[in-house]
């Protein structure tokens, strides 16, 4: 049986590309999350690792690598692969804000439960839920593959030695960040302002009629149509999370030409 060898050259190129892989896997929700456990992770994303080698392998040729520039092309390999997995967290967290929002108008606030797939930081009752279907949303949609096939790209056109950062990376990542808001708001906006409507007619009933027991009435209406509007918005929060995840192809393709852009 012929022997394997594999020069140190060889050997830097897959750790560059494991490094990449693996600090997108431990930000991602879910994969990234303490009830995965971390040789899971380490497992899936060395095996991501051996199948990208040999096609990164082809473009990308390392020869004479020194240790202060190995050093450098490590935390960069880290940087690109945390910001790959922050354009997905994006839509988690967008969606968790959007719970917690919801969750303070129809009184839920109170509530909260261990999230494990965002390192089990407790989150209201409707974030829990929500979550809970972005996931589902996130798998059945396939949205993974096009993870997994942005940073295939990436290598692609991002050559692993690379360390020089343009602004315009940062500037890309501070209007990503705005998406963390802008989601929220859009998906708790319908709940918010059927209670805020809601609100003022109990507090008009109890200016109007002072025996009405604002407080024993009101509270138990708000909880009832709060349940019954995210039941009824229900398709638009399943086609919104839809379409934000169909546009992680696009994202990705700004993330490599931000990254690709050298001033």
Do not use: C
């Amino acid at each position: 049986m012929p022997a394997i060898i594999i020069n140190q050259d060889q050997l830097i190129e897959f750790i560059l590309i494991f490094f990449r892989i693996i600090a997108m896997i431990v930000i991602i929700p879910f994969i990234g999350s303490t009830v995965v456990p971390r040789w899971a992770k380490t497992g899936l994303a060395f095996f991501i690792a051996v199948i990208v080698y040999p096609l990164v392998a082809k473009t990308q040729v390392l020869t004479g690598v020194g240790m202060p520039l190995l050093i450098l092309s490590i935390l960069s390999q880290v940087l690109i692969g945390i910001i790959f997995g922050f354009l997905v967290l994006i839509v988690f967290t967008g969606v968790e804000i959007a719970g917690q929002l919801i969750s303070m108008q129809i009184g839920f606030g109170m509530i909260t439960l261990l999230n494990p797939m965002l390192s089990n930081q407790q989150v209201s009752l409707v974030s829990n839920l929500q979550n809970y279907i972005a996931l589902i949303i996130f798998i059945e949609t396939s949205a993974f593959y096009f993870v997994i096939e942005g940073i295939y790209r990436s290598f692609q056109t991002i050559p692993l030695t690379f360390v020089h950062f343009s602004p315009y990376v940062f500037q890309y990542l501070v209007a990503r960040g705005v998406d963390l808001f802008t989601i929220g708001l859009d998906l708790s906006i319908p709940i918010i302002l059927v209670t805020i409507l809601l609100n003022i007619i109990i507090a008009l009933m109890g200016r109007l009629a002072p025996q009405f027991n604002i407080f024993a009435v009101g509270f138990p209406i708000t909880i009832a149509v709060g349940l019954l509007m995210l039941y009824v918005s229900a398709p638009y929060f399943i086609d919104y999370v839809t379409r934000s995840f169909s546009g992680l192809d696009v994202e990705f393709n700004r993330l490599i030409n931000a990254l690709s852009t050298i001033s």
